[in-house]
């Protein structure tokens, strides 16, 4: 079966620190390109970080440059989303993606989807 799982999300007061981490099962993350995105409720899909397939670029959207690092362990067949320095904006579902398509943040060019997980930045 094909799938990705994600754990680490969860509640932190502003300020704080996350990681994220999705494994993959039934096939080899290496191969494909992985993505980040989150979702509040009314609003589209945003994609905030992606890796291409030989990990040689990566790439974040504004609002999470310099606070947030996408990365991957081979060995593991898992990836992470590492954020720092969380805001209250920074809440929403987070979702971990894989792709045959480079890093883009189109999350239609993902065939492989996590479960979703929430994330809540609050005092």
């Known amino acids: 079966q094909l799938q990705l799982v994600e754990s680490g999300g969860g509640l932190v007061q502003p300020g704080g620190s996350l990681r994220l981490s999705c494994v993959a099962s039934?096939?080899?993350?290496?191969?494909?390109?992985i993505g980040w995105f989150r979702q509040v409720p009314g609003k589209e899909r945003e994609g905030i970080s992606c890796?291409?397939?030989?990990?040689?670029?990566?790439n974040y959207v504004d609002s999470v440059k310099g606070r947030f690092t996408i990365s991957r362990d081979t060995a593991k067949n898992t990836m992470y989303l590492q954020m720092n320095s969380l805001k209250p904006e920074d809440t929403a579902d987070y979702y971990c993606?894989?792709?045959?398509?480079?890093?883009?943040?189109?999350?239609?060019?993902?065939?492989?989807w996590g479960q979703g997980i929430q994330v809540t930045v609050s005092s």
């Open positions: 039934g096939f080899t993350l290496n191969k494909y390109a």
């Open positions: 993606a894989a792709g045959p398509t480079g890093c883009v943040f189109l999350w239609t060019l993902y065939d492989y």
């Open positions: 890796m291409t397939s030989n990990g040689g670029s990566t």
